[in-house]
């Protein structure tokens, strides 16, 4: 799993959640909309697949500075190789949010709520997207 | 007038005398003018015109009589011919080189045997007659009283045309002050017309400035308005995500510290998370509210019917455990926001639902009733009702008029059905007395049909 926001708070609270299932492993953490494009395409520091690998699954913020959710949702259809399954998880209230992210490629909009209640449904996705695509997958090809 | 050159008639030896007239007063007298040098041929004239009772004056000579000439006007001068020194002819001549005098008729008084010089030399002089000595009185009588009478007339016509001069004169004057008058009154009235044209240009010029002083004020509020609820929004907005960590927090120490936890520290923490959801709900709600206002109004003909049943359906559902009663009544087709107005009736109804908790058998209607010439929508409970003394908070954000232990909700509700309600044009308010219930009213503005007709009269504007 990819994490991608702004706000340490909330990388802290999905780290807790993702804890409370062993199947999900957090490989990397990023903090801009930039960093997740460089991680995903293995530029930089990022190269290094070993360090860190190329995620099944990412949970993208939508309000990040230097490129935001959407740009990064943009920057992925223009790509070619295997792309993660995206779960958009945002604290904003914008009706039209959800309905933009899954247009843009987003398997699932989550808004963050309390812990308890995105759980559950959390970890149904997960599981849901990552059958959907096929996995067993082992660890990410690097882009050139 | 002929001479009289005929001897005098035996038979008017003793004419009958005709009555004579009447002496006529002073100021009309007419004076006679006697020429003669001998005492008694005057005073034989005299006698005989005296009858006629006008002014006799008398001369003795040429130059008595041309003084006499001088001072008066006579109507007729009898002249004696046969005088000393300046002769009657002489006398006569100079008498019609007087301009006062050229006219003034002249009896030449001559004896018979004189006759054909004296025509001669007389006529030339113009207005002459003759009468031959010895005078017969009649015939001097006549001819001086025709003339008398002839200078009577000119005398009156004179003074009539001098009358009429002057009143003509005095018209004159009078038209002309008149005239002045009435160009002064035009002139006043001119320019009373012309301050009240300016008076009025002025007033309209200030009507179109206090306009646009009013258009100018009146988008400076709207822009106001918009940054207000700009400002809202944002804030609520930035508010949400530090809430919620907070509640993150709160949750994770009692998910992942509760054994380690004491009571009190868990209850301290549970209520910290119930606080934190309260706030979280009041900026949701605020969110809502501020977007309301941002929204584009879109005016669809919408069956209100529909929207109730369908809120009333929902409420149903979730209340299914109360004992609730439902009359709707039917209510007009009108061209309003449905997605907006079913919020307002959601809150209504639900706020209906909320403050009827406590009656066994609650009782909510829902129906329209006309207000002068405005139809409007109501919403009634039989629930706890509030104190119209705080009838002005009703409406106010988060502004709530019972406790939240006894009735939860943000204070919200109602503030979001008045920005709408105003958003149509239209106006809400409130009646109710404590524990008899609460009927709220709203109109929509100019979309709401006449009273007594189910559709719509009027589209809505724009």
Known sequence: MLMADDSEDDRLFLRIILKGNPRLALVGEVSDGEEAIAYLSGAGQFADRERFPYPDVMFLDLKMPRRTGFEVLGWLRTQSFEKPVVIVVSGSLLPEDAPKSLALGAAAYHRKVMLKQERDALFREIEESLAARGNGRSAAQSAS | ?462
């Not at chain 2, 988008?219 to 609820?229: G, M, T, V, W, Y």
């Not at chain 2, 809502?288 to 941002?294: A, E, H, T």
């Not at chain 2, 299914?320 to 039917?330: G, V």
Request: charged letters at 25%; a negative charge.
């Open chain 2, 1 to 462: 007038m002929s001479v009289d050159k005929q001897p005098p008639d035996p038979s008017d030896a003793f004419p009958e005398r005709a009555p004579a007239p009447a002496a006529p007063p002073l100021a009309d007298r007419a004076n006679i003018l006697i020429v003669d040098d001998r005492d008694d041929k005057r005073m034989a004239m005299q006698a005989i015109v005296a009858d006629l009772g006008e002014n006799i004056v008398m001369a003795s000579s040429g130059k008595e009589a041309l003084r006499r000439l001088l001072h008066d006007e006579f109507a007729v001068i009898l002249l004696d011919v046969n005088m000393p020194g300046m002769d009657g002819f002489e006398t006569a001549f100079i008498i019609r080189e007087r301009k006062s005098s050229e006219h003034t008729p002249i009896i030449f008084v001559t004896a018979v045997n004189d006759t054909e010089t004296h025509v001669s030399r007389g006529y030339s002089l113009g207005a002459v007659d003759y009468i031959l000595t010895p005078v017969l009185p009649e015939v001097l009588r006549t001819k001086v009283s025709v003339l008398v009478e002839l200078y009577k007339k000119n005398r009156l016509l004179k003074r009539q045309a001098e009358h009429l001069r002057q009143g003509r004169d005095e018209l004159e004057l009078r038209v002309k002050n008149r005239t002045a008058q009435l160009a002064d009154a035009n002139e006043a009235l001119r320019e009373e017309v012309t301050a009240r044209q300016q008076a009025e240009t002025e007033l309209r010029l200030l009507n179109l400035e206090l306009e646009q002083r009013i258009f100018e004020r009146t988008s400076q509020l709207a822009a106001s308005n918009q940054d207000l609820e700009a400002f809202t929004y944002s804030v609520a907005h930035d508010l949400e995500a530090p809430l919620r960590q907070i509640q993150g927090y709160a949750e994770i120490m009692e998910e992942e510290f509760s054994s380690l936890l004491p009571p009190e520290a868990k209850q301290y923490l549970e209520r910290m998370r119930l606080r934190s959801e309260n706030m979280r709900l009041m900026l949701e709600d605020l969110l809502n509210l501020s977007l309301i206002g941002k929204q584009e109004l879109k005016r669809e003909r919408t069956n209100l019917n529909v929207l109730v049943n369908d809120v009333a359906a929902t409420l149903k559902a979730d209340n299914s455990s109360r004992q609730i009663e439902w009359k709707i009544d039917d209510l007009p087709v009108v061209a309003c926001d449905p997605g907006l107005m079913k919020l307002v009736f959601t809150n209504l109804l639900s706020n209906a639902v909320k403050y009827s908790r406590l009656r066994q058998n609650a009782v909510i209607e829902v129906g329209q009733e006309a207000h002068g010439d405005e139809v409007s929508i109501f919403v009634r409970d039989n629930g706890v009702g509030f104190d119209m003394k705080n009838a002005d908070r009703l409406f106010g954000v988060f502004q709530r008029l019972h406790r939240t232990e006894d009735f939860e909700g943000t204070g919200v509700g109602l503030a979001i059905v008045a920005r709408i309600v105003r958003k149509h044009g239209g106006r809400v308010w409130g009646q109710a007395a404590p524990g008899k219930g609460a009927v709220f009213y709203f109109t929509l503005g100019g979309t709401m049909p006449e009273p007594g007709n189910g559709t719509i009269s009027a589209i809505a504007k724009s």
